[in-house]
């Protein structure tokens, strides 16, 4: 039997350091994450500064921590993979660094990777074959956008989003209404206490064939629900904030893949750790078609992801020079 290739995967580009390792791009050994949230939770953001100095002060105890989880030291490993695009620059250049440094002192190939086609690698981390063509739907705090995936490194954007990311309009309408932060995972809960008596806000509805993206409208139209009803159920509110906002994800994801004739979605990033999308996302489906998410620990952001997708770049020898640069955008 051939031996595995055992690769690194460093993840720095916002708010969560992560470190981890995967045997031959599909066996998580060890998933370590850091995530910095309470750090940044009295701002109701990422604040780029205070991201960047938490990254660099976790991140070497990360990689001890996720080599040992898996049982290996730096020799053992065959390729060391880290995001270096996109997301904030003083973040990303934490990890790059770091995985430069492991790469020139071990002698073993340095693998630059997409944050954004890393998440959409996430649910081939848990027992299925990595396979294309599918459509991606790729939602997150930073990006809310649609591909069609024909192979590694091999994707086109069909739409995204013209103002703010899914996940943004859930942590401003939570902040808005002081509910804590990040806002996905508090609004969700918060939402399950008004099933069926949510407000009903109007639909998204851009022009037929549009694909793209946009919630800035949404948003307004519950701020100004809440200065015209200051008495109105929270509950009511961010539940009918919450339908709008996945169900626009779902018309447009299923309409991409009908359009084009693919039968296979992939829902990466953050939002897709929402239980009420994954169950829409399963309701709109018909037969023959299928929809592919990660478990929601694999949804928000971490390295097994950057050292999964590595691999591919790896084994297909597109590996990078100790110059390679972060970049801001994709
Ligand atoms: O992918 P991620 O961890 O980080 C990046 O943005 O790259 O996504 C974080 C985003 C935040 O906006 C957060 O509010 C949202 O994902 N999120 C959710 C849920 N869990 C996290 N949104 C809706 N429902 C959730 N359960």
Redesign the pocket.
């Given at each position: 039997m051939d031996k595995p290739v055992l690769g690194l995967g460093l993840e720095s580009?916002?708010?969560?350091t992560a470190a981890a390792v995967v045997r031959d791009g599909r066996t998580v050994l060890s998933n370590i994450i850091s995530s910095q949230v309470d750090l940044h939770r009295d701002y109701y953001g990422v604040v780029p500064e205070i991201a960047s100095r938490a990254h660099l002060e976790t991140i070497n105890l990360l990689i001890e921590r996720a080599l040992r989880g898996a049982g290996i030291s730096f020799g053992d490993l065959d390729y060391v993979a880290a995001t270096s695009r996109p997301g904030l620059i003083g973040s990303l250049m934490i990890a790059l660094q770091s995985a430069k440094v492991i790469s020139y002192t071990m002698e073993i190939p340095l693998v630059p990777v997409n944050?954004l086609e890393a998440?959409l690698y996430a649910p081939f981390l848990e027992g299925r074959e990595l396979f294309f063509p599918w459509i991606g739907l790729l939602?997150?705090?930073?990006?809310t956008a649609l591909y069609h995936v024909r192979g590694v490194g091999d994707m086109d954007v069909i739409g995204r989003t013209v103002d703010d990311?899914?996940?943004?309009a859930?942590?401003k309408i939570?902040k808005y209404m002081e509910l804590g932060y990040?806002?996905?995972?508090v609004?969700?809960k918060l939402a399950l206490g008004a099933e069926g008596k949510g407000v009903l806000f109007p639909k998204i509805l851009p022009e037929p064939g549009d694909t793209r993206f946009s919630y800035s409208g949404i948003k307004t139209a519950v701020i100004n629900y809440l200065k015209m009803n200051p008495g109105a159920d929270p509950a009511a509110v961010v539940h009918g904030f919450?339908e709008r906002v996945l169900e626009l994800l779902v018309r447009r994801a299923f309409a991409a893949a009908r359009e084009r004739g693919i039968r296979s979605l992939v829902v990466a990033?953050?939002?897709a750790?929402?239980?009420r999308?994954r169950r829409m996302l399963a309701e709109e489906a018909r037969a023959g078609e299928e929809v592919i998410v990660a478990s929601?620990g694999l949804?928000?952001?971490n390295a097994a992801m950057v050292a999964g997708i590595g691999y591919h770049y790896f084994a297909s020898g597109k590996t990078a020079s100790l110059d390679a640069d972060v970049h801001a955008r994709v």
């Open positions: 580009s916002c708010d969560e944050h998440h939602v997150s705090g930073g990006n990311a899914a996940g943004e859930f942590d939570a990040p806002g996905g995972p609004i969700e919450q990033g953050g939002v750790a929402n239980g999308l929601p949804c928000t952001d």
